[in-house]
């Protein structure tokens, strides 16, 4: 389980640098500063997903959640969501060394 999450959170950090890459090359192209955020790109992706998903978050779960919470991780760069939830993820599923045995008797 712990190499799919961190095969999953690989996909996101490369799909983060592509969306960077994507900015970079629209914002070089037009000669302004472009960054698509997260909504746009979900928007653009599956329109009806989105409208669907504010009824069903402020319904089902709790109204606080859409407008400060959701609508302010919408309106965030997506290559900066998508990097902070693959770096995330990444930190979580990383191996951690045991601790040192606390033992007073046996001592090498």
Known sequence: MRRFFRFLALILILLALALAARDGYVSWQTGRLNIMDAGTLWAGLHRDS?????????????????????????????????GVLGIGLWLLTRLRARPASRDLFMRH
Do not use: G, S
């Open 50 to 82: 989105l409208q669907l998903a504010e009824p069903a978050i402020t319904r089902y779960l709790h109204p606080y959640l859409w407008h400060p919470v959701t609508v302010t991780i919408l309106l965030m760069p997506a290559w900066l969501v998508f």
